[in-house]
């Protein structure tokens, strides 16, 4: 082809200096087995809970269950600024939806029943995330008498946010920790 002319054909320049770089070379023998097994087969072998699992944890959808001045710090990681959307998270409104509830604020002895309520009705797997001092300990209220001390006391938590409030840093931290602990599971089962 002549000179400054448009030329058809893909230039593998960049894919040479992926594979000569040594954060990249052991991909190309992850590839390598995969095409083969694929050539052979014309199928993949593997574990669906692995697969599962890889799913799930890309994909949480947390449920608001805001009931004090925490709720406003979980509204500012779904907001612009932090942008939970980019790691697959979307905060659904109905318990059916979601995967995982969030419990950001103090709860009360009279709202305690209607928080059982909504978890019970959350599909399985599904995973709490307690955020803020008033839900994991009761926190500036913990010895009123109306306060339940630490929302561990009526669902399993799994994620422990701390802070008074937290910051929406935090949080995202937690989920992203909740999405290392649901990776490490065998299982797709919260046992």
């Given at each position: 082809?002549?000179?400054?002319?448009?030329?058809?054909?893909?230039?593998?320049?960049?894919?040479?200096?992926?594979t000569?770089?040594?954060?990249?070379?052991?991909q190309d023998?992850?590839?390598?087995?995969?095409?083969?097994?694929?050539?052979?087969?014309?199928?993949i072998?593997?574990?669906?809970?692995?697969?599962?699992?890889?799913?799930?944890?890309?994909s949480?959808?947390?449920?608001?269950?805001?009931?004090?001045?925490?709720?406003?710090?979980m509204?500012?990681?779904?907001?612009?600024?932090?942008?939970?959307?980019?790691?697959?998270?979307?905060?659904r409104?109905s318990?059916?939806?979601?995967?995982v509830m969030?419990?950001?604020?103090?709860?009360?002895?009279?709202?305690?029943?209607a928080?059982?309520?909504?978890?019970?009705?959350?599909?399985?797997?599904?995973?709490?995330?307690s955020?803020?001092?008033?839900?994991?300990?009761?926190?500036?209220?913990?010895?009123?008498y109306s306060?339940?001390?630490?929302?561990?006391?009526?669902?399993?938590?799994?994620?422990?946010?701390?802070?008074?409030?937290?910051?929406?840093?935090?949080?995202?931290?937690?989920?992203?920790?909740?999405?290392?602990?649901?990776?490490?599971?065998?299982?797709?089962?919260?046992?």
């Amino acid at each position: 082809m002549e000179k400054r002319c448009f030329r058809m054909g893909v230039d593998n320049f960049l894919g040479k200096q992926l594979t000569e770089d040594p954060k990249f070379s052991g991909q190309d023998d992850i590839l390598n087995a995969v095409t083969d097994e694929i050539s052979n087969r014309g199928f993949i072998i593997g574990q669906a809970d692995k697969l599962f699992n890889w799913a799930k944890s890309g994909s949480l959808w947390p449920m608001t269950f805001g009931l004090a001045c925490c709720a406003v710090e979980m509204m500012h990681s779904a907001a612009s600024r932090y942008d939970m959307d980019r790691y697959g998270m979307l905060f659904r409104p109905s318990p059916r939806q979601s995967d995982v509830m969030i419990v950001a604020g103090t709860l009360t002895n009279k709202m305690a029943p209607a928080l059982r309520r909504v978890y019970d009705q959350m599909a399985e797997p599904r995973w709490v995330i307690s955020m803020g001092s008033c839900a994991n300990g009761g926190g500036y209220y913990h010895y009123s008498y109306s306060v339940v001390r630490g929302c561990d006391r009526i669902v399993p938590v799994d994620i422990y946010v701390p802070g008074c409030p937290p910051t929406a840093e935090a949080l995202i931290y937690g989920l992203l920790q909740l999405q290392k602990k649901i990776r490490r599971t065998s299982t797709i089962s919260r046992i």
